[in-house]
């Protein structure tokens, strides 16, 4: 086995020795580039391994996807809570936002992936500010991420120009970082913040570049009603008529769809990230449509959100979260069923975000999540599906590999007490910062 210093630093394949797929044990295999080359009893002729990881005691499962976050706020976690949602953005949330900084999204961003690594997440969508500072600590970090900045106009030209002007920037910048595992998005921010004009140019840039779209839809019932008086339509109509909804849209709660928009989402292509843990803290008072959605093939993929309204970024929880609030909301105990939502989390993220299938089969990017097989939460073991869904959260999770690299091994990261440090203190001076303009 290979020492854990070494672990990190060493490059080249790697061999997980015996561990647990799907209830059989397994070796797998992954080469040079970072892809699974062989499972099972080819995989130890398929390499020279360059790193060697027990899997003995461990289950592997593929790396878990979080489709919907804005990274940087775990700078504002617990900051504010307990509120209404429309009160919570415009009184607490975008105050304190005008005083980040570059850094400050850095230092977070960097906490952020610190936090979805320990908790076996690999790849996230983010949409926020300065993503190009996100950029350099997912690079840092080693994670995928789709990064988009949030396009908000208000309705105003000269906002627009500018937001324009920075959402080309951020393509242009991460492009030319030529990092595989990094890729931009547009991010209108949502029909209540952003013109149909700016609607508009943002799909059809995003059809010119060949990237997806990110964008929150109808969270709120409230902005289901604003929507219907001000422009006559449904959120989801609106953004189809600006050419919003496409397979590479991810379109963020979707709480309040009528079964028509499901259709529509359904035909569109379009992957609907479900965050129900925000959903149920903002209380927006509806749990999004999964049977509609599922009955029409829209994606449906789960996210957890920014850490002001979650307040964590741990995807075990948000599984768990979704599982039992469709049950309760949908009043069926059969709806979302424990190895539905692993899929959400695993095959359907990927999916949405383009990032190969999400599941751990040859010719897969080595995304690979080891849980500790001998927990308290997996003991005893009848359905790892079960294990995993209702009764493990992050924690359980030891070892994490993004493309054959390994971010995480036996509950290690790589300078995670100075990621913790860094944050906090950029958390406390943009709190200074806020008090002394007030
Ligand atoms: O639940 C939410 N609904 C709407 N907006 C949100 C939510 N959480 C965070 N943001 C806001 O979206 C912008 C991203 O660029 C940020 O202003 C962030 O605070
Ligand atoms: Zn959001």
């Not at 919907?68 to 975008?94: C, F, N, P, V």
């Not at 230092?107 to 500010?129: H, P, Q, R, W």
């Not at 599941?359 to 995993?388: E, H, K, M």
Request: charged share 20%.
């Amino acid at each position: 086995m290979t020492d854990l210093d070494d672990i990190f630093t060493a490059r080249g394949s790697v061999l997980i020795a015996g561990a647990s797929i799907n209830g059989s044990t397994a070796d797998i295999a992954i080469d040079e580039t970072g892809t699974i080359a062989a499972i099972g009893e080819d995989a130890r002729r398929a390499i020279d391994a360059d790193i060697v990881i027990d899997g003995s005691d461990r289950l592997a499962v593929p790396g878990l996807v979080n489709t919907h976050t804005h990274a940087a706020m775990t700078l504002l976690r617990g900051y504010a809570d307990d509120m209404l949602l429309q009160e919570w953005l415009s009184q607490k949330i975008w105050p304190l936002e005008a005083h980040l900084t570059g850094d400050d999204v850095y230092a977070g961003t960097k906490l952020a992936c610190l936090e979805m690594i320990k908790s076996g997440t690999v790849a996230f969508n983010d949409m926020y500010f300065f993503m190009d500072r996100a950029a350099a600590a997912v690079d840092d970090m080693g994670m995928r991420a789709t990064l988009a900045y949030g396009f908000i106009d208000l309705g105003m030209e000269e906002k627009r120009e500018a937001e324009i002007k920075a959402t080309e920037a951020l393509v242009d910048h991460i492009r030319s970082l030529n990092n595989p595992r990094i890729q931009a998005a547009v991010g209108p921010h949502s029909v209540y913040t952003v013109s149909p004009e700016g609607l508009s140019w943002c799909a059809e840039y995003a059809k010119e570049q060949g990237i997806g779209i990110h964008v929150h839809l109808s969270e709120t019932e409230k902005e289901v009603t604003d929507c219907v008086a001000q422009f006559g339509k449904r959120p989801t109509y609106l953004l189809d008529e600006y050419g919003c909804l496409t397979p590479r849209t991810v379109a963020a709660h979707c709480c309040w769809l009528d079964e028509a928009e499901c259709r529509l989402l359904g035909e569109r292509g379009v992957s609907a990230s479900h965050n129900p843990a925000s959903n149920m803290k903002l209380a927006v008072n509806r749990a999004m449509p999964y049977h509609w959605l599922k009955q029409y093939g829209a994606n449906v993929a789960l996210g957890t959100d920014g850490c002001s309204s979650n307040n964590n970024l741990d995807i075990f929880e948000e599984m768990k979260f979704a599982a039992l609030l469709q049950k309760f909301a949908w009043n069926s105990p059969t709806l979302l069923p424990a190895g539905e939502a692993v899929m959400m989390a695993t095959a359907a993220g990927a999916r949405a975000l383009g990032i190969g299938p999400g599941t751990l089969t040859v010719g897969a990017p080595a995304d690979i999540v080891l849980l500790d097989a001998r927990a308290v939460c997996n003991t005893p073991l009848y359905n790892p599906d079960s294990n995993i869904v209702y009764a493990c959260n992050g924690g359980a999770v030891m070892t994490v590999l993004c493309g054959g690299r390994v971010l995480m091994h036996e509950r290690t990261v790589p300078g995670e007490e100075e990621i913790i440090q860094e944050a906090a203190a950029a958390a406390r001076s943009l709190i200074e910062r806020a008090k002394n303009s007030a």
